[in-house]
């Protein structure tokens, strides 16, 4: 009996097949690439910054032993998330983890407390200057920029908050993020591209470029080389 063998076309199809279902596995339950069209994470997170989303790292483990052999972990303070906008679900978000259940949250003068502590934020960064404290007694102001709360953050929920605190639409606008909501933890930039805001067609968070003759021909003086492969913190 001879050994029935696969033709060399059967066998190209196969592993078509088997690396698109990878593929399709992989964006949906591990990885995703997500952009940044705007300016709320600066000067953290720019305009044409590329992402890897980690889908997987806050995935159920009910039990021990699953904890201590997965890649998960609890969503901790100053993590970067990308999430469904609560107001409209089908755009996609990305702001950073302040405030966690149960801890009540406040802001003054551009000044984050939890639970009446100040909040030591190295990644802040503001267009307009912080008063200092013995400024506050004189401020008139009520923009949530500047005050803000006290609120309590409900169960299975998260304050979120961008890093261009002056520019950013945000939990002191729209309120607390379900964790239903969360997509996944942003890990590293693959690959930023200096360009204006034009340059992009405005699909929320998740944004694509317009002008692929334009970054052809612009590749490699307006990619940001100094941002490849840098870690998201």
Known sequence: M???????????FESI????ILALFIRTFVVQAFKI???????????????????????PAPTRLERSLLPVTDIKRGDVLVFK??????????????????????????????????????????????ASASEFHEVTSYDVRDRYGPVTVPPDHFFMMGDNRD???????????????IKGK?????????????????????????????VGAHFFTRTRWDRMLHQIR
């Open 167 to 181: 520019n950013s639409q945000d939990s002191r606008y729209w309120g607390f993020l379900p964790r239903e909501n």
């Open 37 to 59: 069209p705007t300016g709320s994470m600066e000067n953290n997170l720019l305009i044409g910054d590329h992402l890897l989303v980690n889908k997987f790292v806050f995935g």
């Open 186 to 214: 942003a890990l590293v930039i693959y690959w930023s591209y200096e360009s204006d805001r034009e340059d992009y067609q405005d699909e929320g968070a998740g944004a694509t470029l317009k002008g692929l003759g334009s």
């Open 17 to 20: 097949v088997i690396a698109v």
């Open 2 to 12: 001879t050994d029935f063998k696969k033709s060399t076309l059967r066998e190209y």
């Open 85 to 130: 906008y609560p107001e409209a679900p089908e755009r996609a978000l990305i702001k950073r983890v302040i405030g966690l259940p149960g801890e009540t949250l406040e802001v003054r003068d551009k000044k984050v407390l939890i639970n009446g502590t100040p909040l030591d934020e190295p990644y802040a960064h503001y267009l307009t200057p912080v």
